[in-house]
């Protein structure tokens, strides 16, 4: 509220009328410089003009998701962190449970943990 900074996110731009569009390429020609503009989507349509213009004035980052290995590799370090141990099948049962998600993931890994109060 108080800081000098703005962050705006704007989702599902892919939505967007044309008209919209082409106030949102026109503010993305001067762009107000308090202001920290995060466009999320899950698909990015390239051969639109909008596409284009953010992929040419933008600073583009894809998070791919995690291969199931990859997933298995990082719940084991999460439950290393959470002094929690566990065999492999069950890890591998968890991460077949819960899907690529990584935040879901350490939701529920982390209830596999001591209770956040819990005496020591």
């Given at each position: 509220?108080?800081s ?31 202001s ?25 980052v ?59």
């Amino acid at each position: 509220m108080m800081s000098p900074r703005r962050v705006v996110q704007i989702r599902d731009f892919g939505k967007l009328r044309e008209s919209d569009e082409e106030a949102l390429t026109r503010y993305l020609a001067r762009p107000v410089e308090s202001s920290v503009v995060l466009f999320v989507a899950d698909d990015l349509d390239k051969r639109r003009k909008l596409s284009k213009t953010l992929m040419d004035v933008c600073a583009a980052v894809e998070f791919a998701p995690l291969s199931d290995s990859e997933l298995v590799e990082w719940a084991k370090r999460r439950l290393k962190e959470l002094k929690v141990q566990t065999d492999e099948r069950t890890l591998h049962q968890i991460v077949a449970l819960v899907g690529s998600d990584v935040r879901t993931l350490s939701n529920e890994l982390e209830k596999l943990g001591p209770p956040p109060f819990a005496k020591a």
